[in-house]
């Protein structure tokens, strides 16, 4: 005993020998359950490796600085559709809109809509494209590089087009007049303007450059004027320029739909509630006599026709 005792810690290399037992035959359920957990051994191994022939290995998620620039360059083609089709900001130039709109203000204008077809409507406040010259004389910034490409994607305003902003007054067909100091009327009709017309001042100005006027806007055009009308060079003060102080339909950019930046000045540009009367230019007199004639011209040829008719017959027949 105590020789096989030294031998097994002298580590036999042989198997150790031992009688077998009825119970220590293995059975074919244990060879087909050991075969089972060799091969989901082995198939886990593969799994794990990518597969004998590597088409299963999962790839590698790229690195974020190898997707950042083209992360970036989808961000600006973004902001350059958003701004050719949907929104632009637009920076403030001067107090002429003021108090609804003070200088340095950004807004942004909803360019989409005109592309449906729709045209300015009155007590909106657009961007426009200098119709003729109107910003002559009026200092040009000088942007640098990053402020140029940014503007150009629409991240900032546009420091070269030379645009303007008013408030939309008359459209085609209407007749807009200003007498003394007012009220401002449109088609006969007094705009109640105190709720956005500059604190002090008149709705019209008394001078002889252009204050005192009584227009009636042609097809395509708009008549437009500044919330601060002391201090606003629009309509009035453009009747001798090429499109006698109106501007084309065609140059409108779009509506300012809402004051953006500063954080503190955010807002949204409504139309007063003084454009929702009905401004309609009325239907002249002549026109409406001749409106209600016609049915009855209309009536009596009918009966002489009849009457034509019923003869000629008689004549026939007799």
């Not at 022939?53 to 973004?78: H, N, T």
């Not at 590089?145 to 030379?162: D, F, H, N, R, T």
Request: net charge negative; with cysteine.
């Amino acid at each position: 005993m105590g020789d096989l005792a030294v031998g097994a810690r002298s580590g036999h290399e042989g198997p150790e020998e031992r009688p077998e037992r009825p119970g220590d035959a293995a059975s074919p359920a244990d060879d087909v359950a050991g075969s089972g957990s060799e091969s989901a051994d082995d198939s886990g191994t593969r799994a794990r490796d990518g597969g004998s022939d590597g088409q299963d290995r999962p790839r590698k998620q790229r690195s974020f600085w190898k997707e950042l620039p083209l992360l970036i360059g989808i961000a600006l083609v973004l902001a350059l559709l958003i701004k050719t089709f949907l929104v632009q900001a637009f920076s403030i130039p001067s107090d002429s809109m003021q108090n609804t709109l003070q200088q340095g203000d950004r807004v942004l204008v909803d360019k989409l809509t005109p592309w449906f077809g729709s045209e300015p409507e009155r007590g909106e406040v657009v961007v426009f494209h200098d119709p003729d010259n109107w910003l002559a004389g009026e200092p040009t910034p000088n942007p640098n590089v990053v402020q140029k490409a940014l503007s150009w994607i629409g991240l900032m305003p546009s420091a070269e087009e030379k645009d303007l902003i008013k408030r939309v007054i008359g459209v085609a067909g209407d007749t807009v007049e200003c007498k003394g100091s007012g009220p401002l009327k449109v088609n006969g009709k007094a705009l109640n303007e105190e709720a956005y017309v500059f604190a002090g001042n008149t709705p019209c100005s008394v001078d002889d450059q252009g204050g005192q006027f009584k227009v009636k806007v042609p097809k395509g055009k708009i008549w437009v004027m500044g919330d601060h009308r002391q201090n606003s060079l629009d309509s009035r003060y453009h009747q001798q320029d090429e499109n006698k102080g109106f501007v084309p339909v065609g140059n409108v950019v779009g509506r300012a739909i809402v004051i953006a930046w500063p954080p503190t000045r955010w807002d949204t540009l409504p139309i007063p509630d003084t454009f929702d009367q009905n401004l309609s230019a009325a239907v002249a007199p002549g026109a409406l006599g001749l409106a209600g004639a016609a049915p009855l011209v209309l009536w009596r040829r009918r009966r002489l026709t009849a009457a034509d008719s019923r003869v000629s017959g008689r004549r026939t027949a007799g």
